[in-house]
């Protein structure tokens, strides 16, 4: 979604007709060189049809990813219990992970806000943020200056190979972002038996099946709600849980 990224060629200044050109590039350069598209979600097909006015062939074909990789029984619980040890979480902290760039476009901001009201009512709601990007230290900042410094865990970068277990501590994953194509870690997450609570955005929307194997929202209240919601009722969370890994499979790379 390159529209959605200009912010780091324009700086804030003329957007909108900064927008327009990304529009236009994208389309002469697609209009111009391709036979036909492939897209990842119906979001993306929308853009190409509706608001680029592409005129080809557009096919939907998702993304696929090796789901056996996060799998609880392929991983080592040993491992999963010296990371947890290593940022300083206990088995009964209810932990809500995002994984990701750390840069504007993933309304990282948000999650960390929502982390303030969450803490008020349970302080053992952990969020954990795993990625680095060029808005890190404004998050680090701002995790302090709202008093979190004991609530929120800023892990960096995170090795290919250790990805699976971050997923294997988490009790939720959460993403803000309204940027993604397809939101790939959303695919992890599930694949990990772990519930995604997302942004109502296509791209989520196309993936994740509300009230059966994940959560949406738009608003701070809204997602407080729906970690509250999984939080007090383990018998939903572990039902979301299971329906997420077998929504996962749908993804493999077996199969794309």
Request: hydrophobic share 35%; charged share 30%.
């Amino acid at each position: 979604m390159y529209e959605d990224y200009i912010h780091y060629i324009t700086k804030g200044y003329f957007n909108r007709s900064g927008k327009k050109i990304v529009e236009y590039l994208t389309k002469f350069y697609c209009e111009t060189t391709a036979t036909e598209l492939i897209v990842p979600t119906n979001k993306i097909y929308k853009l190409f049809k509706e608001k680029y006015k592409f005129s080809k062939n557009i096919n939907i074909i998702p993304t696929g990813i090796e789901v056996e990789r996060f799998f609880k029984e392929n991983l080592s619980s040993k491992e999963t219990d010296e990371l947890r040890k290593s940022l300083k979480l206990s088995k009964k902290d209810f932990v809500i992970l995002f994984v990701g760039r750390l840069a504007e476009e993933k309304n990282i901001e948000f999650l960390i806000e929502s982390q303030k009201r969450l803490v008020e009512k349970h302080k053992n709601i952990k969020l954990v943020i795993v990625g680095d990007g060029p808005d890190k230290e404004k998050y680090e900042e701002l995790s302090i200056k709202l008093g979190l410094e004991e609530y929120v865990r800023f892990t960096g970068k995170a090795k290919w190979e250790d990805m699976p277990y971050y997923y294997q501590i988490a009790t939720a994953f959460a993403t803000a972002s309204k940027t993604e194509t397809q939101g790939l870690t959303v695919i992890e997450a599930m694949a990990s038996n772990v519930v995604p609570v997302c942004m109502r955005d296509e791209a989520f929307l196309s993936m994740v099946t509300e009230e059966l194997d994940g959560l949406f929202f738009e608003t701070q209240k809204e997602y407080k709600n729906q970690i509250l919601r999984l939080y007090d009722n383990k018998e939903e969370l572990e039902k979301f849980n299971r329906q997420a890994r077998i929504q996962a499979e749908t993804y493999s790379s077996k199969y794309y």
